[in-house]
């Protein structure tokens, strides 16, 4: 009896730490590229964890399989979306961000190879999305306590997230039938420039984001502002085509700089050479 109640015991308390480890995982969990590039270069890789438009000069981005290298991966139009987890710089000074691509589906001008889960692209190529981070930044120090506004109400058709007030970008939607009844936990009060309010909803069965407190079904709101500025200008998109040089890349510069370096190592040595003659010629004469 008291053996059982150990091996009960024990594995109880293995069941207790594995429930822990695996909720504190779930709660931290980011999002890592596939491929051996990053396994073998974590050191080197910096996490960014944003959103970004492709923007190349050419109207489109090529995408590589890792940094430096010549083999494409796909090619996109300017202005999609992706999210961007780490950036790599090499010695080259050539810095380049890797693309979560699953699931995307390109369109029919678009290339994209099969089973491909993410890969790389020369930063200067991206375009920094203004995001819910940024909205909160800037306004929230105007932001008001949560007064219970939408407590108790009651949804007819679905509830709607969006990104933040004016991104015009809706993140997810919960059906009337999916809530059970149950009421979001909503946290900070926000009015907009034309007198809407906003509350955020961190949590509700698998989506969060925004929802207007004044309209908060409507999945086509009228407002006389959009979303927050992007960081540079955008290229105009235009159909992948023809061919494009990859990016000098880090190898390229480095058999520049091995290359000047032996240079300047044969002349020295010749050099050297030149002085060791004279001096043996005077001490001859």
């Known amino acids: 009896m008291k053996r059982r109640w150990k091996c009960m015991t024990v594995l109880g308390a293995v069941l207790i730490f594995w429930a ?46 890792k940094p430096g290298d010549s083999k494409e991966v796909a ?26 691509l699953w699931g995307y589906e390109p369109e029919a001008e678009e290339s994209l190879e099969p089973d491909v889960r993410d890969g790389w692209v020369v930063f200067e190529n991206l375009a920094q999305v203004y995001m819910e981070e940024d909205f909160r930044a800037e306004h929230e120090s105007g932001f008001a306590d949560y007064q219970g506004e939408l407590d108790g109400y009651e949804i007819k058709k679905e509830l709607i997230f969006w990104d933040y007030p004016g991104s015009g970008r809706i993140t997810g939607r919960v059906e009337e039938y999916f809530s059970g009844g149950d009421s979001p936990v909503y946290q900070d009060l926000y009015t907009d420039p034309d007198g809407n309010r906003w509350t955020y909803v961190g949590y509700y069965y698998g989506e969060e984001g925004w929802v207007c407190v004044d309209d908060p079904e409507n999945g086509e709101l009228s407002l006389s502002y959009g979303p927050g500025a992007i960081d540079r200008e955008l290229y105009p ?47 001859g004469e």
């Open 20 to 65: 822990s480890v695996s909720f504190t995982a779930s709660a931290d969990v980011i999002w890592e590229p596939s491929g051996d590039f990053y396994m073998e270069n974590l050191d080197e890789c910096e996490y960014d964890g944003r959103d970004y438009l492709t923007n190349g000069k050419e109207g489109f981005v090529v995408v590589y399989e």
């Open 237 to 283: 998109a235009k159909k992948p085509e023809g061919e494009v040089m990859p990016p000098k890349t880090n190898a390229a510069v480095m058999a520049g700089t091995g290359a000047a370096v032996l240079l300047v190592v044969v002349v020295t040595a010749l050099l050297i050479a030149v002085l060791f003659r004279k001096n043996d010629k005077n001490k």
């Open 75 to 100: 090619r996109i139009k300017n202005g999609k979306r992706f999210y961007v987890g780490f950036t790599y710089k090499g010695r080259g000074g050539v810095t380049w961000a890797v693309l979560n």
